[in-house]
């Protein structure tokens, strides 16, 4: 047997038990460029989406509430263990939360990592790796993905790199006209 394919033993099967893969079975497989651009286009694009998915601040703010509210849940339970009134423990629990409030856990350290559960705690912490990286190799904010492919992408570039030029030497020469004006 192997990877749990074919026989476990071949006592008393009548055959050696040597497996072999059935070759009438083959699925044909259509070349890439017969499949059409626009579908692989399709694809590349849902995958980035899935790559680059920004976090639901609504649900991580979820999050962070339950848990407060998890806390004060715990601190409930055990004054009710201890015999405190409900009017104390409705006021001591309700202080607490508003110290919780007040205080805002910090977001979780970056050496702590969120659980497998939790995908948009993950997807966060991605994009605050994204963004470091990002910072690190210095690319833009405005950098899109395959830009360098675009054949008049560096005219572009260059005639952007212009416009600015000249737009500084604009505001320069205004402030040494205003200069010489006063």
Do not use: W
């Amino acid at each position: 047997m192997y990877n749990g394919i074919g026989l476990t033993t071949p006592r008393g099967s009548g055959t050696n038990g040597y497996v072999q893969r059935n070759l009438s079975s083959l699925r044909v497989k259509r070349p890439r460029d017969e499949r059409g651009g626009e579908r692989d286009e399709k694809d590349r694009e849902r995958l980035e989406s899935q790559l680059n998915r920004q976090p639901n601040a609504d649900i991580l703010e979820h999050q962070r509430k339950r848990q407060l509210e998890v806390k004060c849940a715990e601190l409930q339970d055990m004054m009710e263990e201890q015999g405190y009134s409900a009017e104390e423990i409705e006021e001591k629990v309700n202080s607490f939360r508003m110290m919780l409030q007040e205080k805002e856990e910090p977001t979780p350290v970056a050496n702590e990592r969120p659980t497998a559960t939790e995908t948009h705690a993950l997807a966060a912490a991605n994009q605050q790796k994204n963004d470091r990286l990002r910072a690190a190799f210095g690319i833009s904010n405005d950098y899109v993905d395959g830009s360098s492919f675009h054949a008049d992408r560096k005219e572009k570039e260059k005639e952007k790199r212009e416009q600015e030029r000249l737009e500084k030497e604009r505001l320069q020469q205004q402030k040494y006209t205003m200069l010489l004006c006063v």
